[in-house]
């Protein structure tokens, strides 16, 4: 075995070279990998005793890509295209063997061998457009030489990978192989020398691209397809370009078209906000004094109190993990209902071909219906939803505290009271902690883990790891009112009222939110979430929305009840309303608000700007770990566009002194000391720094 660099050696197998990458954890592309494998090549090339090439990775998995850390330094040599050009162009079979993910670069260099073998559970795609690039080393030319247009323009374009089985399907694996996979990558070479196979150059195929050649209509449908999902994202529309180009140009000149389009994304501010959050997502999972090593407690049976709203679909994402749970109810109807809705969800699912009816049996087989609260005794954790009143979850905790096993775990779904009061209810507040799901909980990836004072690290660890279990993202917060989301979300509404008050109407609002990226604005969000459910807090707290106060006096709480900000068709398509414009208008007679045109610049600034303000008070007072995890926490359960990276990434790349100056001037304009600038804001401006930049 020679080593060629500090990750790459080479090896000899009878008439075989072995080409191994072994740079953990993932065998990213970086520099020294691509200087190993051009001078693995050249060697073997040059080497009279060698016949065949395998291309084969050490560790968990098959190449994933390029190194994204090196993304926007000074580029090394060799380059990836070399070192493809240098695969392709060998006068001696070079074949890929791949195990665990063969992705971007990694999929790119499969690509560029003449033949490629996987095992069962390998996986293959081509995420780039995730990180708002496109695959840059040649994928969209030769992905659709081997599996078609179609199929190449939906790998590219949704970057989610695909199984061994359907790359074989494909023509994307020639093999699926068995046992040690150098081994059965040597066998694969020598049969292909004995049998003198051709050497297969994915760049000469044409066939499938002529089956769509002088066909159009086959991107402009694809684009249709995808219009809503991409909608704001600037990579997909250049990836869907690249292909055309693999279609319509030799693959020389496709290559070109293809780095033109790529260095366009990868200069672009869309591109660098997606990189940010390729790696917030993974420094969120990170908790500096919960070391990972940190034992979690295993969790083999679930329970979850209330089947609500919430109760149900948390209940549901542990029975998609495979976990079993235990629903209690105070009520047997409650109960009836709650279970009904979750086989409703499940058989709507199914309706759409994305469960089969035995999947839906299997999962509602896991959740066990009960009133008798003696069923969670052996639950290894236990998640509450019901009523969000201190007094009656300060009476459930006291309840579970007698009946569950010592070593449980104690979760309250609460989205705004005190954690801490909650945990006090109990002998063992160390195994009390906050596991706040967004609505719908079953679909939301967000999951806001709460540490209260006194949460043990082990618990912690627990609500991570089985939240990422339940293919939730988790990010752990601090005790504060409404934890980091809807504390600033909170902040976003104070304004969102002011504005219609002082002139703009809710219409107007929404749409400055929905251009802007996000899925609806605050009204439209009021009406699905239930104006009821805020006006039931306020009344609790004696505090006062007038608008939303007075629709709901009228019973319109939004949606369920066919109207709110918005009127709502049998379709739940929503149509501003006249009769709320004039509410909104004799209001602010009332107030002796005089109504002026407000402009779309001015509604976003005062939506957004209050958000990373509070943002910044909550870094202040260490209820977020990190600037990044408030992005996390906003792109995953409040559909902030990811391609503006998150609230605290968006002011970054705004300029925190055109953030504080705008906030100074409205201070000035209204007298309103929530405009002050929060402490933080002004030192990282003082240090020339920004929230994300360490
Ligand atoms: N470059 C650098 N670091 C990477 C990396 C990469 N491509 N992929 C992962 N890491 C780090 C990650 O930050 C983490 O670090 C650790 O590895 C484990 O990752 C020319 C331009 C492979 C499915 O987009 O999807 O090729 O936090 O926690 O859950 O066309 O990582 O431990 O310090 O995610 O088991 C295209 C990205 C690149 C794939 C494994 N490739 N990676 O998931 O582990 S662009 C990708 C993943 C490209 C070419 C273009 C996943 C994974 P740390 P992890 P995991
Ligand atoms: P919900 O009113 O829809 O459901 C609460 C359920 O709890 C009811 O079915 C009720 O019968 C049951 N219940 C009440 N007391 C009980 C008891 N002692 N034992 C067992 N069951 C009992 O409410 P929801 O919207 O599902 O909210 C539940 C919790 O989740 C609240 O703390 C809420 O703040 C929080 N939350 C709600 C949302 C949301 O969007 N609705 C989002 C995040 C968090």
């Given at each position: 075995?020679?080593?060629?660099?500090?990750?790459?050696?080479?090896?000899?197998?009878?008439?075989?070279?072995?080409?191994?990458?072994?740079?953990?954890?993932?065998?990213?592309?970086?520099?020294?990998?691509?200087?190993?494998?051009?001078?693995?090549?050249?060697?073997?090339?040059?080497?009279?005793?060698?016949?065949?090439?395998?291309?084969?990775?050490?560790?968990?998995?098959?190449?994933?890509?390029?190194?994204?850390?090196?993304?926007?330094?000074?580029?090394?040599?060799?380059?990836?295209?070399?070192?493809?050009?240098?695969?392709?162009?060998?006068?001696?079979?070079?074949?890929?063997?791949?195990?665990?993910?063969?992705?971007?670069?990694?999929?790119?260099?499969?690509?560029?061998?003449?033949?490629?073998?996987?095992?069962?559970?390998?996986?293959?795609?081509?995420?780039?457009?995730?990180?708002?690039?496109?695959?840059?080393?040649?994928?969209?030319?030769?992905l659709p030489r081997v599996v078609g247009v179609e199929k190449a323009l939906q790998?590219?374009?949704?970057?989610?990978?695909?199984?061994?089985?359907?790359?074989?399907?494909h023509g994307?694996?020639?093999?699926?192989?068995?046992?040690?996979?150098?081994?059965?990558?040597?066998?694969?070479?020598?049969?292909?020398?004995?049998?003198?196979?051709?050497?297969?150059?994915?760049?000469?195929?044409?066939e499938k691209l002529?089956a769509v050649?002088?066909?159009?209509?086959v991107?402009?449908?694809?684009?249709?397809?995808?219009?809503?999902?991409?909608?704001?994202?600037?990579?997909?529309?250049?990836?869907?370009?690249?292909?055309?180009?693999?279609?319509?140009?030799?693959?020389?000149?496709?290559?070109?078209?293809?780095?033109?389009?790529?260095?366009?994304?990868?200069?672009?501010?869309?591109?660098?906000?997606?990189?940010?959050?390729?790696?917030?997502?993974?420094?969120?999972?990170?908790?500096?004094?919960?070391?990972?090593?940190?034992?979690?407690?295993?969790?083999?049976?679930?329970?979850?109190?209330?089947?609500?709203?919430?109760?149900?679909?948390?209940?549901?994402?542990?029975?998609?993990?495979?976990?079993?749970?235990?629903?209690?109810?105070?009520?047997?109807?409650?109960?009836?209902?709650?279970?009904?809705?979750?086989?409703?969800?499940?058989?709507?699912?199914?309706?759409?071909?994305?469960?089969?009816?035995?999947?839906?049996?299997?999962?509602?087989?896991?959740?066990?219906?009960?009133?008798?609260?003696?069923?969670?005794?052996?639950?290894?954790?236990?998640?509450?939803?019901?009523?969000?009143?201190?007094?009656?979850?300060?009476?459930?905790?006291?309840?579970?505290?007698?009946?569950?096993?010592?070593?449980?775990?104690?979760?309250?779904?609460?989205?705004?009271?005190?954690?801490?009061?909650?945990?006090?209810?109990?002998?063992?507040?160390?195994?009390?902690?906050?596991?706040?799901?967004?609505?719908?909980?079953?679909?939301?990836?967000?999951?806001?883990?709460?540490?209260?004072?006194?949460?043990?690290?082990?618990?912690?660890?627990?609500?991570?790891?089985?939240?990422?279990?339940?293919?939730?993202?988790?990010?752990?917060?601090?005790?504060?009112?409404?934890?980091?989301?809807?504390?600033?979300?909170?902040?976003?509404?104070?304004?969102?009222?002011?504005?219609?008050?002082?002139?703009?109407?809710?219409?107007?609002?929404?749409?400055?939110?929905?251009?802007?990226?996000?899925?609806?604005?605050?009204?439209?969000?009021?009406?699905?979430?239930?104006?009821?459910?805020?006006?039931?807090?306020?009344?609790?707290?004696?505090?006062?929305?007038?608008?939303?106060?007075?629709?709901?006096?009228?019973?319109?709480?939004?949606?369920?009840?066919?109207?709110?900000?918005?009127?709502?068709?049998?379709?739940?398509?929503?149509?501003?309303?006249?009769?709320?414009?004039?509410?909104?208008?004799?209001?602010?007679?009332?107030?002796?608000?005089?109504?002026?045109?407000?402009?779309?610049?001015?509604?976003?600034?005062?939506?957004?700007?209050?958000?990373?303000?509070?943002?910044?008070?909550?870094?202040?007072?260490?209820?977020?770990?990190?600037?990044?995890?408030?992005?996390?926490?906003?792109?995953?359960?409040?559909?902030?566009?990811?391609?503006?990276?998150?609230?605290?990434?968006?002011?970054?790349?705004?300029?925190?002194?055109?953030?504080?100056?705008?906030?100074?001037?409205?201070?000035?304009?209204?007298?309103?000391?929530?405009?002050?600038?929060?402490?933080?804001?002004?030192?990282?401006?003082?240090?020339?720094?920004?929230?994300?930049?360490?």
């Amino acid at each position: 075995m020679t080593a060629l660099s500090q990750s790459v050696s080479l090896d000899r197998r009878g008439r075989t070279a072995v080409l191994t990458v072994d740079n953990p954890p993932v065998n990213a592309l970086s520099q020294h990998v691509r200087q190993g494998m051009r001078d693995g090549l050249r060697q073997a090339g040059a080497d009279g005793g060698i016949a065949a090439i395998v291309v084969v990775c050490a560790g968990r998995t098959f190449i994933a890509g390029a190194d994204i850390t090196e993304f926007g330094k000074p580029p090394r040599e060799p380059g990836l295209h070399e070192v493809l050009d240098l695969i392709e162009a060998s006068p001696k079979p070079v074949v890929a063997a791949v195990h665990g993910t063969a992705l971007g670069g990694g999929l790119e260099v499969t690509l560029a061998c003449h033949y490629r073998i996987g095992v069962k559970t390998a996986r293959f795609g081509l995420p780039e457009v995730k990180l708002g690039l496109l695959p840059g080393a040649g994928g969209t030319q030769r992905l659709p030489r081997v599996v078609g247009v179609e199929k190449a323009l939906q790998m590219i374009v949704s970057g989610d990978p695909i199984g061994a089985d359907e790359a074989l399907k494909h023509g994307l694996v020639d093999e699926i192989v068995e046992g040690d996979l150098t081994t059965a990558g040597v066998a694969f070479a020598e049969k292909i020398v004995n049998e003198r196979r051709p050497l297969r150059k994915i760049r000469d195929l044409d066939e499938k691209l002529a089956a769509v050649r002088g066909k159009p209509e086959v991107f402009a449908t694809f684009r249709k397809s995808v219009a809503r999902q991409t909608r704001g994202f600037r990579a997909p529309e250049n990836c869907i370009k690249a292909v055309e180009a693999a279609v319509t140009l030799p693959f020389a000149e496709g290559m070109k078209r293809e780095r033109e389009l790529f260095l366009e994304l990868m200069a672009s501010p869309e591109s660098k906000a997606q990189r940010y959050f390729f790696f917030a997502e993974r420094e969120a999972a990170k908790v500096p004094d919960v070391p990972a090593d940190t034992p979690a407690k295993e969790i083999r049976k679930a329970a979850v109190l209330g089947a609500g709203t919430m109760g149900g679909g948390i209940a549901m994402n542990f029975a998609n993990a495979g976990i079993p749970v235990t629903v209690v109810e105070i009520a047997q109807d409650a109960l009836d209902r709650g279970l009904g809705v979750v086989r409703k969800n499940y058989e709507a699912t199914a309706s759409r071909g994305r469960l089969t009816a035995q999947d839906v049996e299997k999962r509602m087989g896991l959740i066990q219906g009960t009133t008798d609260f003696g069923a969670i005794a052996d639950a290894d954790i236990v998640v509450e939803a019901v009523f969000e009143e201190m007094a009656v979850k300060k009476e459930v905790f006291a309840r579970i505290d007698t009946i569950c096993k010592a070593d449980a775990v104690l979760a309250t779904n609460t989205s705004t009271l005190d954690v801490n009061e909650i945990a006090g209810a109990t002998r063992r507040p160390e195994s009390v902690i906050g596991m706040h799901f967004f609505s719908p909980a079953n679909v939301m990836r967000l999951l806001e883990n709460v540490r209260g004072a006194k949460t043990s690290k082990t618990v912690i660890a627990t609500a991570m790891s089985v939240g990422r279990r339940i293919n939730k993202v988790p990010v752990l917060v601090g005790v504060c009112y409404g934890f980091v989301g809807n504390r600033m979300l909170h902040q976003r509404g104070k304004q969102a009222e002011k504005l219609i008050l002082e002139g703009a109407l809710p219409h107007q609002v929404d749409r400055v939110l929905y251009d802007f990226g996000l899925p609806m604005g605050p009204f439209a969000m009021g009406d699905l979430a239930g104006l009821d459910v805020g006006w039931r807090i306020r009344k609790g707290k004696g505090e006062k929305s007038v608008v939303a106060d007075r629709l709901c006096e009228m019973g319109r709480f939004g949606q369920k009840t066919g109207a709110g900000y918005y009127r709502y068709g049998p379709d739940r398509s929503a149509t501003p309303d006249s009769e709320v414009e004039k509410i909104i208008v004799d209001v602010s007679t009332e107030l002796g608000i005089t109504r002026r045109p407000i402009s779309d610049d001015e509604i976003l600034a005062r939506l957004l700007y209050p958000m990373v303000n509070e943002g910044a008070k909550i870094l202040d007072e260490g209820i977020a770990i990190r600037a990044s995890d408030i992005d996390v926490i906003w792109v995953y359960g409040y559909g902030w566009p990811v391609y503006r990276g998150g609230p605290m990434f968006w002011a970054d790349q705004l300029g925190l002194k055109t953030l504080r100056d705008r906030m100074l001037e409205f201070r000035r304009a209204t007298g309103d000391d929530f405009w002050t600038p929060a402490p933080r804001l002004e030192r990282l401006l003082a240090e020339g720094k920004g929230f994300t930049q360490s």
